[in-house]
């Protein structure tokens, strides 16, 4: 057996993550009085696109990483230097919300999506993994 054949028994199930960013203003005016979230500000927003598939013998990937990337662009445009409050279904723009947004405009186009992570920060992140099953 070469190096390259997988083990017997060896799981062939495996997540893949693109990362790409954009830039936005929100503002959540439903925050606790006081809050320097319900200002109007802005974020070097990071989002990682998990999806997770069976390894593909022939190619030897999961899936092309420029399908992720293809498939992430009008997400990108619709998002990148937009006020998020203004688009529809982010009235709400935390980042629960729009990893949720980004999922519900992501998952026809790339099938074997497995989660979102919505980077708000360095150190604040949500990660959705879709609705739960029917
Ligand atoms: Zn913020």
Redesign the pocket.
Known sequence: MSAQEPKKGRPSRLELATTFTFEAA?Q?HRAPEGSK?SRL???SWKVDVLVEGELDEEYGWVIDFDEIARAFEPVYDALDHRHLNDIEGLQTPT?EHVAIWIWDHLSDALPQLSGITVH??CTARCTYRGPDPQ
Do not use: K, P, Q, V
């Open positions: 929100h959540l979230c500000h802005g974020h980042s708000e920060t």
